[in-house]
């Protein structure tokens, strides 16, 4: 069965960098579903979708997180890397990780990762 995994730290400081890393295991993705997606929930709120990156490497970003926010993907190793710059602790939140057709499309998603922003 195909899975989304999201991984890395559960406890960032404030100002710091927050980098996850999403890895495919147990098979592989339909062809179409090219996009990588990250998303995130914060307590109490709904699900705000961060970005996307294609097969090509073409990223998609939230306006609202743009300036901050850096995706990549590595297809050697089927895996997709989020990296969120200078968090305060309005970007704790679960982090998941999503692939689809299009960005901000998501027929596969993730667990998710919780992460804490606290010093």
């Known amino acids: 069965q195909v899975r989304l995994q999201e991984s890395g730290p559960g406890l960032v400081k404030p100002s710091q960098t927050l980098s996850l890393t999403c890895t495919v295991s147990?098979?592989?993705?339909?062809?179409?579903?090219?996009?990588w997606s990250w998303l995130r929930q914060p307590p109490g709120k709904g699900l705000e979708w961060m970005g996307s990156?294609?097969?090509?490497?073409?990223?998609y970003y939230s306006p609202s997180l743009k300036s901050r926010t850096s995706i990549s993907r590595d297809t050697s190793k089927n895996q997709s890397t989020l990296q969120l710059s200078s968090v305060t602790p309005e970007d704790t939140a679960r982090y998941y990780c999503?692939?689809?057709?299009?960005?901000?499309?998501?027929?596969?998603r993730g667990q998710g990762t919780q992460v804490t922003v606290s010093s």
């Open positions: 990156i294609d097969s090509s490497g073409t990223t």
């Open positions: 999503a692939r689809g057709s299009g960005p901000n499309v998501y027929a596969f």
């Open positions: 147990g098979g592989s993705m339909p062809v179409n579903y090219r996009y």
